[in-house]
């Protein structure tokens, strides 16, 4: 596999999320998408596993299309990577399939923690970064009223603004590889109340 070959995103199915819930199969996506192509065996070792686990791991992952061995190396030798940049996917798709929303809601949590983990690791080594960087790192929050639709076209326009500078510094030695992390939720957590006749016009 080579970077061309690496899609850009892929939209997970019921089958998908369901064998990526799994604290193992998550943490090895993630540590191949974070630090690019590895075997079982180095895998095993960082994630404190073994190398048997691992590989049965990967080829679960590697049905469903997240990983994909790279041709290089043979056996436990066998290169793995990342066949995606990203995965997505959409919460109603699910509705009405309680297995794949248990999945689905353990994967999120799971997201969550690892989310935790990482803000703490650079809160770990922020104070060896130069000023430059350490002022424009790190967490922020805004409070937004808007209406669905609304916020339907903040996600857009985010969306093509993060697509600008994805790749933006590719290339400048100056340049390092981000973790932009997204997460929208409303102040008061009871649903809406429907608004009848549908929501008020929008400019």
């Known amino acids: 596999m080579t970077a061309s070959e690496i899609h850009r995103?892929?939209?997970l199915d019921e089958r998908a999320v369901r064998v990526l819930a799994h604290p193992l199969r998550s943490r090895l996506l993630g540590e191949l998408r974070l630090h690019g192509p590895a075997t079982a065996t180095r895998l095993a070792e960082t994630l404190g596993?073994?190398?048997?686990?691992?590989s049965y791991h990967l080829r679960a992952l590697e049905a469903v299309g997240l990983v994909a061995d790279t041709g290089e190396g043979a056996g436990r030798r066998r290169l793995w990577a990342a066949s995606t940049e990203s995965h997505s996917w959409t919460n109603s798709d699910f509705a009405g399939d309680d297995d794949a929303q248990a999945a689905l809601?353990?994967?999120r949590r799971d997201y969550v923690r690892q989310f935790a983990v990482r803000a703490e690791?650079?809160?770990d080594a922020e104070p060896e970064w130069p000023a430059e960087w350490v002022d424009l790192l790190g967490q922020g929050d805004s409070l937004?009223?808007?209406t669905s639709a609304q916020l339907a076209a903040f996600r857009a326009e985010l969306d093509t603004l993060l697509e600008k500078y994805r790749?933006?510094?590719e290339g400048d030695p100056g340049a390092r590889r981000l973790h932009f992390v997204e997460q929208t939720m409303p102040i008061d957590p009871s649903p809406p109340v429907a608004v009848e006749g549908g929501s008020a016009s929008e400019d």
Do not use: F, I
């Open 9 to 11: 995103d892929l939209h």
């Open 49 to 54: 596993t073994n190398s048997g686990a691992t």
């Open 105 to 107: 809601g353990w994967l």
């Open 121 to 123: 690791q650079w809160l």
């Open 144 to 146: 937004l009223v808007v």
């Open 167 to 169: 790749t933006a510094g």
